[in-house]
Nanobody, 119 residues
Framework: QVQLVESGGGLVQAGGSLRLSCVAS????????MGWYRQAPGKQRELVAK???????NYADSVKGRFTISRDNDENTMSLQMNSLRPEDTAVYYC?????????????WGQGTQVTVSS
């Protein structure tokens, strides 16, 4: 089991920045993949960025060059630095932890944090 708690969401003007944090109940180094997803009203949840144990990262095309995902193995945290925010980035952002054990994938989610970007 992994509990995840997000923080850092809020209201910001277009062009501004926010930093989201996700605190895990276990050492993040023991989690195979951690990521941020978002869901806007009326839309499906989509991947924003993910980072694997070895440090490799992957970003949605829409956020490349603007968002940076990182993980701090000593602090049990994962962060998402969001710069040059756009109104279309408005959504609820969810922290995700994925653990693979044999042939089984275990997925865990945080409660979500709202990000609103005004034009």
């Amino acid at each position: 089991q992994v509990q995840l708690v997000e923080s850092g969401g809020g209201l910001v003007q277009a062009g501004g920045s926010l930093r989201l944090s996700c605190v895990a109940s276990r050492r993040v180094i023991s989690i195979d993949v951690m990521g941020w997803y978002r869901q806007a009203p009326g839309k499906q949840r989509e991947l924003v960025a993910k980072i694997v144990t070895g440090g490799s990262t992957n970003y949605a095309d829409s956020v490349k060059g603007r968002f940076t995902i990182s993980r701090d193995n000593d602090e049990n945290t994962m962060s998402l630095q969001m710069n040059s925010l756009r109104p279309e980035d408005t959504a609820v952002y969810y922290c995700n932890a994925a653990i693979v054990r044999g042939a089984t994938l275990y997925n865990y989610w945080g409660q979500g944090t709202q990000v609103t970007v005004s034009s």
